[in-house]
């Protein structure tokens, strides 16, 4: 523009930060690769790539011509149908296909139900440390992130006492997110279900966020009992990725249950911001929820299996403190007393070729943490991080 003067933009959007992920790779470029390869430990990206045969499927349903073309607006039926009666098995309810709605991604499906819910000038109460794309969709929509803080000395479950001094006329709606980005703790179900109790009390919705459910440590199987009853149908939205599950992160799959009610009022938003989640993933995800259980079920025992092995790595290491490690992520405690969290992030980047995230990045009070995303590698790599990390010095 002319003199290199813009007309002014949303506010709301300006405020925002960039997003942090892009900040801590450009770090990387800063390695000299003497510790060995970079090992990337900072986006939760599955560390393994799709079926075979979801391969092909999805190569075969790419040509064909309808996949080009707009599909419903909620999803395609078929997909629909399947995940809802995936739903009704895992959690012992009855949710039917009207419950459901895909999205591009779990992202979307996060924005989507904040618009349903809440306006300028509402609050929602997010769990502290929060996961950084919430708090800045929140921001973008004039809605308070309240942070609801979940403290190491209680494995970073919130606790229902801190929720309901927070709650007043302004808060439309409590997030919960588990097992959580960022520290991987796994709420245990008599608290989901507790929460859930206390928003229906107050008149106000909880969202719970299971992007990683399908990466609960073994023998665990659902994260709560919310979905065994009706009383869900009130006030209960649980949002839903496919993408970890069957590494398919680029193709953007994600999902919302609701009320049927409600998810027709999701419609509207949708229309607006999708028209319709993308269509090739769409087609195979229904034999894909089927036919790849014993799959998804190695990938779980492989995943907490890299958990284990990374505990082991930090074991001679009690300077670094692991603090919660499930699923996705550990959160890890620095050892540099009063030092920034970025500063940490950034020296093990540059100096020793381990890229993670500081806790910084996850809301306020983090700088003592950095948050670890232990399935993107083999557990051969993370079995190297005792010689990385050791003797590192500010």
Known sequence: MAGGLFAPINS???????????????????????????????QAVPGNAPHASFLERLASVAGEPATSQYGPINGDLGLRQAYAEEMSRLYEGRIEAADTAITAGCNMAFFVA????????????????????????LDMLGVEPRPLPCRPENGFVPLLEDAEALIDEKVRAVVLVTPNNPTG???PAHVVESFAELCARRGIYLVIDETYRDFL????????????????????????????????????????TADAALVEQIAKI????????????QAVLPWA???????REENRA??????????????PLPEWRIESVGAYFAYLRHPFEGAKAQAVAEKLA???????????????????????????VGAPVLATLTDRLKGLAL
Request: net charge positive; with cysteine; proline share 7%.
């Open 114 to 137: 904040m618009m349903l819910l809440a306006r300028r000038g509402d609050a929602v109460l997010l769990p502290t440390p929060w996961y950084f794309n919430h708090q800045m969709s």
């Open 289 to 295: 929820i089927d036919g790849l259980r014993a799959w």
């Open 217 to 256: 440590p073994q023998g665990m199987n659902r994260a709560h009992g919310l979905f065994t009853g009706e009383a869900w149908r009130r006030n209960v939205i649980q949002l839903y990725s496919f993408s970890k599950s069957y590494a398919i992160p680029g193709h953007r799959m994600g999902a919302i």
């Open 350 to 376: 540059t100096e020793r070729g381990v890229l993670c995230l500081p806790g910084s990045y996850f809301g306020p009070g983090q700088d003592g943490h950095l948050r670890i995303a232990v399935a993107n």
């Open 12 to 42: 709301l959007v300006a405020d925002v930060g960039s997003p942090p992920i892009p900040e801590a790779q450009s770090w990387t470029r800063r390695y000299d690769g003497s510790f060995g390869p970079l090992i990337n430990l900072s």
């Open 185 to 187: 703790a796994v709420y």
């Open 270 to 281: 949708l229309d607006c911001i999708q028209i319709c989640a993308p269509r090739t993933a």
């Open 302 to 315: 492989e995943i907490n299996r890299r958990a284990q092995v990374f505990r082991e790595a930090l074991a």
